[in-house]
């Protein structure tokens, strides 16, 4: 109940063209839907993300789709460039239920994209 | 303003070896993270810290593994007689507050058991 399920595990798209990542869910207590961008030899960095009580967010050509009955999310890249190449992760989080007040997150699996010129 | 600093940013030990791994989180933030992210295992939460909270040490795989958070602001990994499988990558990730949304992640020590 703890995974996040991501695909493609890779992807390679043409410069200007679009990226879509997916990612499902089974823990319907999960309330927070970040993405995170990797790039080799750093840490992720916060991207974009989203709650359940919203089905789209977009910020400049980012923008997470959320599927709430499906327990389904997407990364769309819109123009994607040469300088988007890295690993993107999806993620979901909720609060740790032992009362710690940690907030949990899990990590998908993890996307290498690599947009070619 | 400043993001999350680690530090060293390699290390490479012996296997049996002690090693310390340094966190500084953002100004402010009074929650830290410590996770281990390897190829096989993607990322594992190790501990959390929250103010002058007792730390939720749930994520230590073995107690070979401690940590401390001084002053509400720097904290250190410290893994005792370090092995092999020990090798990854150590990540520190802030936030706001305890319950808050975003975690911010640094750039991670990467560590090599030889």
């Known amino acids: 109940q703890q995974q996040v399920k991501q695909s493609p595990q890779s992807l390679i798209v043409q410069k200007g063209g679009i990226s879509i990542i997916n990612c499902a869910y089974e823990?319907?207590?999960?309330?927070?839907f970040p993405w995170y961008q990797q790039f080799p030899g750093k840490g992720p960095a916060l991207l974009i993300a989203?709650?359940?009580?919203?089905s789209e967010k977009k910020e400049g050509r980012f923008t997470i789709s959320f599927n709430k009955s499906a327990k389904q999310f997407s990364l769309h890249i819109m123009d994607s460039q040469p300088g988007d190449s890295a690993t993107y992760f999806c993620?979901?989080?909720?609060?740790?239920?032992?009362?710690?007040?940690?907030?949990?997150?899990?990590f998908g699996s993890g996307t290498r994209l690599q947009v070619q010129p | 303003g400043a993001g999350v600093s680690q530090s060293p940013s390699n290390k490479v030990t012996e296997k049996g070896k002690d090693v310390e791994l340094r966190c500084d989180p953002i100004?402010?933030?009074?929650?830290l993270y410590w996770y281990r992210q390897s190829l096989g295992q993607g990322l594992e939460f190790l501990i959390y810290?929250?103010?002058?909270?007792?730390?939720?040490k749930s994520g230590l795989p073995s107690d070979r593994f401690s940590a401390e958070r001084t002053g509400g602001s720097v904290s250190t990994l410290t893994i005792q007689r370090t092995q092999q499988e020990d090798s990854a990558v150590y990540l520190c990730?802030?936030?706001?507050?305890?319950?808050?949304?975003?975690?911010?992640f640094g750039p991670g020590t990467r560590l090599t058991v030889t």
């Open positions: 823990n319907t207590a999960f309330d927070y």
């Open positions: 100004s402010g933030h009074t929650a």
């Open positions: 810290f929250q103010g002058n909270s007792a730390p939720d």
């Open positions: 990730a802030s936030s706001p507050s305890g319950g808050a949304y975003e975690q911010y």
């Open positions: 989203i709650r359940p009580d919203v």
């Open positions: 993620a979901a989080s909720r609060i740790e239920p032992r009362d710690t007040g940690r907030r949990a997150l899990t």
